[in-house]
Every structure is written in structure tokens, then in C-alpha cells.
């Protein structure tokens, strides 16, 4: 999708992208243009799905851009020197626009958090809009008329029996997921991670005799393929084992750079899968945390500390339970490291979050910063666009569900697992990945007692590579960075010279300590991999190269 003002005769009247739930394409179109034809802007509200697209009003000539409520589908917006553009696509704006107009404060957040905060981009004047966004403009005079949301994640807690909850919730599961089917000619297929919200999926799709096929991938030697083998066995499903390929970064950096270039590189691993998954047509994933809560990132439980202290210190606390890179580590990296940051920037976000409430603070930056910017866009949702994407968890009643819940019900995913332990008995006493129970928990001494060995046969394959319980990691990242074909890409990448890149970053010390950011932190260099290969395309774009 792309608006330009610059080009007002490619805009067509209507144009609608995405799906909604329980509805085919065609079906989803036609109900989206009457509605908007009958109701206006208001009836983007009533949608429930992930989508973007505009319309052209009947009555001021103005074109209205929408995307769904959680932002699920993007939108970037130019608005500089008397042009407004907007695409679903960061690089398509950029590909018109040049990108010189550096926000290296992005540089220093991506390295930081993974990804740019809040509505911030590479490019100073191309923003991220939020989801649920409706923006109005008048394409002849060039202004934004009106830019607003239609909805904000607001969790209003009830207090219900529990028993009840669960009912409801299980009602609700399956309903999403009956819906996610919603096209019969397209081949799904689901991911069996071995974790509990894909084993719900599995369940509960195979409850409603949908079809579909599974797969597996990463590490066969691992956790992971070993607790995704017996959820097979126990829902009698067909399933893939896909290995991961040595040189993913060469091979798919081009593509990563084209779709998700505010992604550290290191991700592109996921897109192995899609060579053995290119017959299907709709990935259905269980991506989404709504019904956990933010302390999955607190491994030391610090938030309990955290909730009557004062708003600078909750900012600092949110700010570290997300941060990748330490202080020391940043200040080597960059040139001038204190140039990098805004810290009054990633405040002033916090402040304009929709919650006060501590906690619900936390978990509205939670989804917005590592949810929607990060996990959103890794490869294994959609294969960088190359499939479609059904997402149960994002349904509007899912997610509707899960802001009535207390916090306690989302500690741990302790309702979520509760509800697989009461429904789903064959799957229930399979124990998680990476962990040393299945929703169908111990209690008492038992517990503890599988606790303890756990954290021992852990820790002694940390040392050794070798356990009596844990199976190993599926991700090895580390190791496949380490790979002949993965290090040369490195190395190349960031020996072959960028005046852009080099103005910015301290060249020499990343250079000589590949081997330390492959051991020490992968997530950092994949940053700077993607910053670097981002850097390289602006430089060519400039001199006409590319």
C-alpha cells in the first residue's frame, strides 16, 4: 500500500489489505467498503483482524488510512516539505524519499532494545503510527486533517469465578481459532514448538477437525523437538522436522534488509523453514502475550519493587528489563556513545502510554515495544510476507478477554495453564519446554524436588553438553554465527568500508571482537549487522548504485 501526494492519480477509491477473522478475502473486502460507504470512519472499530488500507470520502475528497487495533499491520508516515506519504512498508518510503535524514538515536535504541521506540524509525521524519490509528488527508492542500486511535489496550478487571473464566475462555480459544481457518482452499499449517501456546493451537484446531499440518525446526537435538515429538504422538498429527541451513545470514540478509530492516539480523534463522513450507499458504502461530504477564523478562522478580516507587524509577526499571546491552558494551561500540540515546525521548513515551497503573504500564510498553516491533516481524510469523499469518491471540475477543483478567491470572500464564490442564487431559501432563512440568503441575515437595534437579541438569549442561533431563536448546545461535559460511558473511559485512556507518560506530573495535559479540552477545551484533547492511544501501542509493 502506498499514498504519495506526489502521485495523487495512482489512488485508487478503495484499497483493503489483511483479513479478518471468519471471513474470506473477498468477503472481507466487500464488508469493509460498505461499511465505511454506510458508517464512516467510525466502523473501522467493528473490524476484528489484522489489516491496513484507506478510502477515499464521498463527501470531503479525503483520504482516510486505517490498520487494525494492535498495529499488527504498519503503517509509516512521511509528512516533510509539503509531501505526505504513507506505506505499509518502511523501505518503500525510504526508496522514495533517500534516506539521509539519519535518526541515529534509532541506532542507539536498536542496540539497546532491539528495535527503535515507540513511533521511531531510521529516518528522522518517517513515524510509526500506532495501531488501531485512523489518519485523514487532505491530498490537494497536503495536510493531515485528523490523526487519531479508535481504541487503546485498557484492562478493566472483573471479578468472576474462576471456573467460569476458564469456560469462557476455552469458548473463545476455540472460536479463534475455528476462525482462523477462514479460507477452505488455502493449506494451513501450524508451528509445534513444544510451548504452550502452539500446543494450544494444535488441540484445539485438531478439536475442530480442522485442517492442517505441523512442523518443527532449529536443533533436533534439543528441548524443543524432543516435547513437539510427544505432543505429536499425542494428537496423532503429521509433522515436518525442518534442519536449519548453515549460511542463513548470507542467504536471506538481502531479504531481511527489504522487509524487516529496524530487525537485528540474527533472526533471519527463522526463514530456513520456509524452503520446506512453500506449498503452504497460511501460517497459524501463537504469537501474542496477552495472557502473560511482563515478569517473563524479570528473572529475578523485581517488580515486585517496583510498584510504589516513583514514575522515574519504574521508567528506569521497564527501560533495563528490556535493555540487551550493557552500559559498558554500548560506550565501546559508538564513537560518541552519549550522542546516541534520548533518554527524555523513551520518558516522554512512557508518559504518553494509556496506563499509569505500574504494572499495566509495563505490560502496554511490553506489547508495543517487544511484541509488536520485534517478535511481530520475526521471520517465522510470515516468512517475510511470503505466507499468510492467522494469529488466534490477536482476536479481538482473545485480547478483550485476557484486559479483564487480574494480574495474578496472567503471572506465568498461570489461567492459560490452568485451562490446558482442565480441557486439554492428552497434552496436559506433557511436560513444557525447557521446563521441568507440563500445565498438569506438582505441588509440594515433588515440586521442589523436580525443581532443584532441573536447575542442576541445566547448569551441568551449560558446562558439559551433556544431562540426564534437558535435552538442549534449539536455538544455537551462537554456534551457527560460528559457522564457516555465517562468520565470512560477518566479516565481510563489516570490514567492507561505509563513511555513513563509521561516523557513527567505533569500526575497530567491532571489527576485531566478532568472536566475543558471537559468544558474549548475538543480539547486539545482529543489530549491528542490520544497521551496517542499512548503511550500505542508503551509501549506494546516494552514489546511484543501487
Not at 529475578?300 to 550493557?326: A, G
Request: aromatic share 16%.
Amino acid at each position: 500500500m502506498l499514498i504519495d501526494t506526489h502521485r495523487i492519480e495512482q489512488i485508487t477509491n478503495f484499497y483493503f489489505d489483511g483479513f479478518l477473522f471468519g471471513m474470506t478475502f473477498t468477503e472481507a473486502s466487500d464488508y469493509v467498503k460498505k461499511g465505511f460507504e454506510q458508517q464512516g470512519k467510525s466502523f473501522v472499530s467493528k473490524l476484528n483482524g489484522t489489516f491496513c488500507g484507506y478510502y477515499i470520502d464521498a463527501f470531503t475528497g479525503n483520504v482516510v488510512l486505517y490498520n487494525d487495533r494492535l498495529g499488527m499491520r504498519d503503517l509509516f508516515l512521511y509528512f516533510y516539505q509539503n509531501r505526505i506519504i504513507v506505506s505499509d512498508d518502511f523501505m518503500d518510503v525510504i526508496n522514495i524519499v533517500g534516506g539521509d535524514d539519519i535518526d541515529f538515536t534509532a541506532f542507539g535504541e536498536m542496540l539497546k532494545l532491539q528495535a527503535p521506540l515507540f513511533t521511531k524509525t531510521f529516518h528522522k521524519n518517517i513515524e510509526l503510527c500506532p495501531g488501531a490509528s485512523v489518519i485523514e488527508i487532505d491530498i490537494h492542500e497536503v495536510q493531515i486533517i485528523r490523526k487519531k486511535r479508535y481504541w487503546y489496550l485498557s484492562p478493566r478487571v472483573t471479578e468472576e469465578n474462576k471456573r467460569k473464566l476458564k469456560e469462557e475462555f476455552i469458548q473463545i480459544f476455540q472460536k479463534s481459532i475455528v476462525e482462523s481457518f477462514n479460507e477452505d482452499d488455502k493449506r494451513y499449517c501450524i508451528a509445534n514448538s513444544g510451548g504452550l501456546d502452539s500446543r494450544c493451537n494444535l488441540w484445539l484446531a485438531s478439536q475442530a477437525d480442522c485442517k492442517f499440518d505441523t512442523y518443527t525446526y532449529g536443533d533436533k537435538n534439543s528441548d524443543a523437538y524432543y516435547v513437539a515429538s510427544k505432543v505429536k504422538k499425542a494428537l496423532s498429527l503429521r509433522q515436518k522436522y525442518i534442519p536449519v541451513n548453515t549460511d542463513f545470514m548470507k542467504q536471506y540478509a538481502g531479504l531481511h534488509m527489504q522487509k524487516v530492516p529496524m530487525l537485528p539480523l540474527n533472526y533471519s534463522w527463522y526463514h530456513s523453514a520456509y524452503q520446506y513450507l512453500a506449498d503452504y499458504d497460511v501460517n497459524v502461530t501463537g504469537f501474542g502475550n496477552f495472557f502473560e504477564a511482563f515478569t517473563h523478562l524479570d528473572s529475578t522478580s523485581r517488580y515486585l519493587k517496583n510498584r510504589n516507587v516513583s514514575h522515574e524509577e519504574q521508567c528506569f526499571y521497564n527501560y533495563n528489563i528490556h535493555s540487551v546491552c550493557s552500559d559498558e558494551l554500548f560506550s565501546k561500540l559508538f564513537n560518541k556513545p552519549e550522542k546516541m540515546l534520548d533518554f527524555g525521548w523513551y520518558q516522554a513515551g512512557m508518559d504518553s502510554l494509556n496506563n499509569t497503573e505500574p504494572f499495566n504500564m509495563f505490560d502496554e510498553f511490553e506489547f508495543e515495544h517487544r511484541q509488536r516491533r520485534i517478535t511481530k516481524n520475526e521471520p517465522w510469523m510470515n516468512y517475510y510476507g511470503l505466507m499468510d499469518v492467522r494469529n488466534p491471540m490477536v482476536h479481538n475477543e482473545m485480547v478483550d478477554f485476557s484486559l479483564k483478567l487480574p494480574f495474578e491470572y496472567r503471572l506465568e500464564k498461570n489461567l492459560l495453564m490452568e485451562l490446558v490442564r482442565d480441557f486439554m487431559e492428552s497434552v496436559a501432563d506433557i511436560r513444557l519446554d525447557r521446563l521441568p512440568w507440563g500445565p498438569n503441575q506438582p505441588k509440594g515437595m515433588e515440586r521442589k524436588l523436580k525443581q532443584w534437579f532441573w536447575r542442576f541438569d541445566h547448569k551441568f549442561y551449560k558446562k558439559t553438553g551433556r544431562s540426564v533431563w534437558f535435552k538442549g536448546a534449539h536455538k544455537n545461535v551462537k554456534s551457527w554465527l560460528s559457522n564457516k559460511p555465517n562468520y565470512v558473511f560477518i566479516t565481510e559485512t563489516l570490514n567492507a568500508p561505509n563513511e555513513l556507518f563509521e561516523e557513527y560506530f567505533n569500526s575497530e573495535f567491532i571489527r576485531n571482537n566478532i568472536q566475543y559479540l558471537i559468544s558474549k552477545n548475538f543480539l547486539v551484533l545482529g543489530s549491528v549487522l542490520s544497521i551496517k547492511l542499512y548503511c550500505d544501501r542508503i551509501v549506494k542509493r546516494k552514489k546511484g548504485s543501487l
